[in-house]
């Protein structure tokens, strides 16, 4: 996972505030990757981007989460109007051209605690 | 759905003993990976499998594929504290890049 990097590292919030999540891939890759990480869950895809597209959002709740990865810039998962169940740690990973098998670095993750 | 089922989910071992820990499913995989996360990081690649059959060895791990394409092994030989993390299989998707994971075998090794 070296290269992938995300911040915060930890992110409290109160219910009702928002969440920005931030993620700066590899460098070089030019797709990016969400998913989120539930403890009785597991790990899940949320969406999919690359450089000013979604390209894949189907994993992702349809309400109160986005995603962008503007041309400059890091990608940013947004989740406003937080709720106690959106707690999880969120992970990014990247690639450099989004093809099938090809492996996808993940960053260390963000860890969101809603209070 | 779970596509992918890990098997044990949690193992608590000496220092020294050999495990193993499995991934299955009911569907045939085109090309399986196995992932290692330790407590407060992501997924780090370990290996990916291919063909039915398959072995590959990553100096005390050991990775098998089913010869139908539907379950992996991995074998630890004389596991290390450094060993401990959560060890999980995954898969593509029909485009392969929407990864499905196991929920994960969680690995404690004791010195």
């Known amino acids: 996972n070296a290269g992938v990097m995300q911040n915060p590292r930890h992110l409290v919030r109160r219910r009702g505030q928002e969440a920005r999540l931030r993620c700066s891939p590899m460098?070089?890759?030019?797709?990016v990757y969400w998913y989120r990480q539930l403890p009785e869950e597991g790990l899940k895809f949320m969406v999919y981007l690359q450089k000013e597209n979604i390209i894949d959002e189907s994993g992702m709740p349809k309400e109160r989460f986005s995603a962008e990865f503007p041309k400059e810039g890091p990608s940013i998962l947004r989740i406003q109007q937080v709720v106690r169940g959106d707690s999880a740690a969120y992970f990014c990973?990247?690639?450099?051209?989004?093809?099938?098998?090809?492996?996808?670095?993940f960053g260390p993750g963000t860890r969101l605690l809603v209070l | 759905t779970q596509l992918l089922e890990q098997s044990p989910q949690f193992l608590s071992i000496q220092e020294g003993e050999n495990l193993t820990v499995y991934c299955n499913s009911s569907s045939v995989f085109s090309s399986l990976q196995w992932y290692r996360q330790e407590p407060g990081e992501g997924p780090v690649l370990l290996v990916t499998?291919?063909?039915?059959?398959e072995v590959k060895k990553l100096k005390r791990l050991t990775f098998q594929f089913g010869d139908a394409r539907k379950d992996s092994s991995l074998h630890i030989t004389a596991a290390q504290p450094g060993d401990t993390g959560l060890y999980l299989c995954?898969?593509?998707?029909?485009?392969?890049?929407?990864?499905?994971f196991g929920k994960g075998t969680l690995l404690t090794v004791n010195p």
């Open positions: 995954g898969r593509g998707g029909g485009s392969n890049y929407k990864l499905t």
């Open positions: 990973a990247s690639s450099p051209r989004g093809t099938g098998q090809e492996t996808q670095y």
């Open positions: 499998v291919v063909t039915g059959g």
């Open positions: 460098k070089g890759h030019s797709h």
